[in-house]
């Protein structure tokens, strides 16, 4: 990918989310969710700094909302992000027992990738759902009420296609 259509791709985006937008400040964020949609859940810094030059917007205030917001990612992941909750909430309710299922089923452990470019394994703060402890989500999806053995379910059906209710 060249520098020309990476630029191409973000000015075009940039206009979409810009003509869509109903607050000015909703325009950097959605924009920067665009890229990383287009860019299969990652954000490579030649889109940022294109970013940069054609909105103007300080290159420091780009990479201070891309390092602050956990969603955001300068580096490749997954065409599946998993974001498991490390809150106490989880903890209690059997959250490091879930976590364990997960590392061992995927045989990563957390800020890694499966060899086949499949699925990053990342920790979350709360991700807002105590009441059905503990919790991960997939892309956009949220499961909640998680055992050992549900969450190997769930990521089966995600790897044999089973489950429509999962992004790509």
């Known amino acids: 990918m060249s520098r020309d ?4 791709t973000v000015e075009d985006i940039y206009v979409r989310v810009s003509n869509e937008s109903l607050e000015k400040g909703d ?6 969710h ?17 970013l940069h030059d054609i909105t103007g917007v ?12 956990t969603m955001f990612s300068t580096e490749k992941r997954g065409q599946y992000v998993i974001r498991i909750c490390k809150s106490l909430p989880c903890h209690v309710d059997g ?7 997960l590392k061992e089923k995927l ?14 394994l990342e920790q979350s703060s709360c991700l807002g759902l105590c009441g059905v402890s503990p919790v991960m ?23 044999d296609g089973k489950r429509s209710d999962v992004n790509a």
């Open 5 to 8: 259509e990476i630029r191409k």
């Open 27 to 32: 325009v950097l964020l959605n924009t920067l």
């Open 34 to 50: 665009e890229i990383q949609d287009h860019y299969n859940n990652f954000i490579p810094v030649e889109a940022a700094e294109e």
């Open 58 to 69: 300080p290159l420091s205030k780009i990479y201070e909302v891309l390092s602050f917001y």
């Open 95 to 101: 959250g490091a027992e879930v976590v364990e299922a």
């Open 107 to 120: 045989g990563i452990d957390f800020g890694e990738t499966t060899e086949d470019g499949v699925f990053t």
């Open 137 to 159: 989500m997939i892309n956009e999806e949220a499961y909640g009420n998680l055992t050992p053995e549900k969450v190997k379910t769930i990521i089966d059906d995600v790897k």
